[in-house]
Each structure stands twice: as structure tokens, then as C-alpha cells.
């Protein structure tokens, strides 16, 4: 049976050492979450990120726009934002509605305040590895494997997914520590195959019960980034847990996997960006 990578307890050491590190700076971090029309998976992570602040000291500021306030409204919001000294991060909560340019839209958050990490200057940075802010899934996934000492090095890492957000970041991240690295998508044939050789498997697709036991390698470390909502209202990832867990080594749990790691890095970076 799998160990099983407990995310929820790292992510409630993080959040503590977070607390304390406001605590004795004297500095008041804050950060703005900007949310567009209603979406109630999007109301679920603000609420969320709210409370995180709260309890670590940071200033949460909530600016909820309609949907159809429309994207000039939403670009002169940022822009108030980056002048503003008591906001050090601005988070704008994807998706957005329809008619909006996320990526117009990310590109208008002053990179030193981008503490999700994803214009185009941190991409570029964390490409070379001279990052400010490393986005807050990948960087959660590195820091739940450290924690458990497990070291890509010379590991064979299968990232499915690759997303600008989630799995190509978490490529470059396991790269950046020595592995060697190869990324599925929806035009792998036979991902099996593949997933197979891996050391480490990293889900980031989306579909539930994509990965089954018999597409992973005995003792191979599985991370599972997805948060699926099914019908009933739970949430599951994209691995077949109950399974995988006979095969793996290690294994993450969703809930109580990445998704509160994703959560803790926010605060990390929040307070990052105080700092700078
Ligand atoms: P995207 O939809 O942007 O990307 C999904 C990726 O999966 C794409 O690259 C797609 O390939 C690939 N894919 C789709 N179908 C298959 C398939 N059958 N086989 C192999 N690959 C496939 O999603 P995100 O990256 O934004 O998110 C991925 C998951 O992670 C979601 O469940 C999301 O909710 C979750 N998530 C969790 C977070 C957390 O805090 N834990 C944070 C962010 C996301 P292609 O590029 O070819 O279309």
C-alpha cells in the first residue's frame, strides 16, 4: 500500500511558517483577488484564498466584477492595482467569462506583483531558472516531494498535461531538478506506454479515471493535480486511487493533495512579493 503524500498537513506547516514570518517582518502583505461574473467553483477557491490570508495576516482585498463589466473595466482595475502600495499581489481568477483576453488580461499585472507567476516575464524566468515567483501547482507538487525526500534526479518524471499553468511549468520544474522528462497530451497514442516508465507520474489532465493501476510502474511516486467535480458534488482527481494505491510507492490524495499546497504557495508568493 502507498504512502500517502499528505498534502493538507505540509500545506497547514506552510500557512504556520507563512503566519509567523508576517508576524515578526512588521510588514502587512496584501493581495487582491480579482473575480469576473459568477462562476461557483471560482467562489469556492476565492473564499478559500480569503480565509488563507486571514489567517496568516495578509490583507485580502476582493474586487468582483460582472461579467459584463468587460475587459477595458477589468485592465484599469490591474492598473490601479499596480500603483497601489498596500497591494503587493494581484491574483485574477480564471477562467473568465467569454469575451475577455486572459491572456491580455495577465499581461497588464506588473510582473513583481504576478504571484501566480504567469506573465510572460516569470514564464521566461522560471524557463531559466532565475525566477522571482514559481506558479503555485507546480511549485506545491516540488515542494510535497521534497518534503517526502523524494529527489527527481536521474528519475524518469511523466508529466500528463500541458497546460501553460499546470504541466508545462511542472515540467520545467522537475528539469530544473535533474529529471528527465517526458510530457503527454490528448495526441499521446497509447499514454499507457509511457506512463509505464515512469519514476514519477504527474496527472494534470482533468478526466477522471484516466489513470488506472495498470498504467503505472511498480513503486512509481504518483502526484495528482486534477480536481474533478462529479455529480454527486465530490471531487476526485484523474487516477484511479483506490487502485494506484496498491501499486505506487507514494501516492497524493484529492482531496487534501495539491490542491492545499496550490493554496499555501499563494501565500508564499504573496509574501514574496511584500518583501521585493
Ligand atoms: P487544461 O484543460 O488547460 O489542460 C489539460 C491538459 O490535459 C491538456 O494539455 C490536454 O491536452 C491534456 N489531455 C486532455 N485529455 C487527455 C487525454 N485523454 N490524455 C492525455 N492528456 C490529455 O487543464 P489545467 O492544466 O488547467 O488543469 C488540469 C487539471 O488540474 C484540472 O483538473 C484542474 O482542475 C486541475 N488543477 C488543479 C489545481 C490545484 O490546485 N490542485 C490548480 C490548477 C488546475 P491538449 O493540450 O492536447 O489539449
Known sequence: MAIILDGKALAAQVK???????????????????IVGENSASRIYVNAKKK???ACGIASFEFALDADAGEAKLLELIAELNAR??????????????GYSEQAVIQAISPKKDVDAFHFENVGKITTGDFIFLPCTPAGVMEILEHYGIDPAG???????RSNIVGKPQALLLLHKHATVTICHSRTPDLGAITRQADILVAAVGKAG???A????????????AINRMDDGKICGDVDYDAVAEVASHITPVPGGIGPMTRAVLLRNTLKATQL
Open 16 to 34: 504556520r511558517e507563512v503566519a509567523e514570518q508576517v508576524a515578526t517582518s512588521g510588514l502587512v502583505p496584501g493581495l487582491a483577488v480579482i
Open 52 to 54: 488563507d490570508c486571514e
Open 85 to 98: 502600495d498596500d497591494v503587493h499581489g494581484i491574483l485574477v481568477q480564471l477562467p473568465l467569462p467569454a
Open 155 to 161: 528519475k524518469h518524471c511523466v508529466v500528463v498535461g
Open 210 to 212: 484516466l489513470i488506472t
Open 214 to 225: 495498470d498504467m503505472v510502474k511498480p513503486d512509481a511516486v504518483v502526484i495528482d493535480v
